[in-house]
């Protein structure tokens, strides 16, 4: 079974500064997508940013980023210039083709970025 | 403007009552999911639908059932038999045609009190 690994419950960062969370996923599959998700306070998941497996260079959305490094299955996200507004429970995700049919997203138990003014 | 609806945003029952959580989608996406969501565990899928009248189980489908009559939504109806009901719920829906399929938009979430 494909599995999503966040090894950090917590991070904390002080405004401006920068901060990477980690995520390791385990997939069998040669086609696969990985995701990044905030939920603030609001609880309203967003997504963050995205990357393509098949793609060798890292994707970018502004001030988030992230370290793809497929042979290590190891995506981390890195927020540049942390913000206030950036606190919030981030998740990482694999998309799980579940044989075949499926576009099903496993999660990580999540990382809880607390920003410090 | 385009989302998802969940309604409400907190829903208080007793113990032994089935309930029923509304999910409405107009992205016009054909694949919707629900998810539910506990301290510590992340997000696990509970039931997902690809297309009009069919569904499948997720990772955590005892105690729950859904239905799919039309394309915009989703009901999830929590049953007597779910042992630890009290949780947040979120709804998701994702496009099979055009776009991102592999991208999942979500709805504000209900947050279910079974006392």
Known sequence: AQTVTQSQPEMSVQEAETVTLSCTYDTSESDYYLFWYKQPPSRQMILVIRQEAYKQQNATENRFSVNFQKAAKSFSLKISDSQLGDAAMYFCADRSRDGGATNKLIFGTGTLLAVQP | ?115
């Not at chain 2, 609806?5 to 089935?18: A, D, I, V």
């Not at chain 2, 409405?24 to 009248?53: C, F, K, T």
């Not at chain 2, 729950?64 to 947040?88: D, G, H, I, M, W």
């Open chain 2, 1 to 115: 403007d385009g989302g998802i609806t969940q309604s409400p945003k907190y829903l208080f029952r007793k113990e032994g009552q089935n309930v029923t959580l509304s999910c409405e989608q107009n992205l016009n996406h054909d694949a919707m999911y629900w998810y539910r969501q506990d301290p510590g565990q992340g997000l696990r899928l509970i039931y997902y639908s690809q297309i009009v009248n069919d569904f499948q189980k997720g990772d955590i489908a005892e105690g729950y059932s859904v239905s799919r009559e039309k394309k915009e939504s989703f009901p999830l109806t929590v049953t007597s038999a779910q042992k630890n009901p009290t949780a947040f719920y979120l709804c998701a829906s994702s496009t099979r045609q055009g776009g991102n399929p592999y991208e999942q938009y979500f709805g504000p979430g209900t947050r279910l009190t079974v006392t």
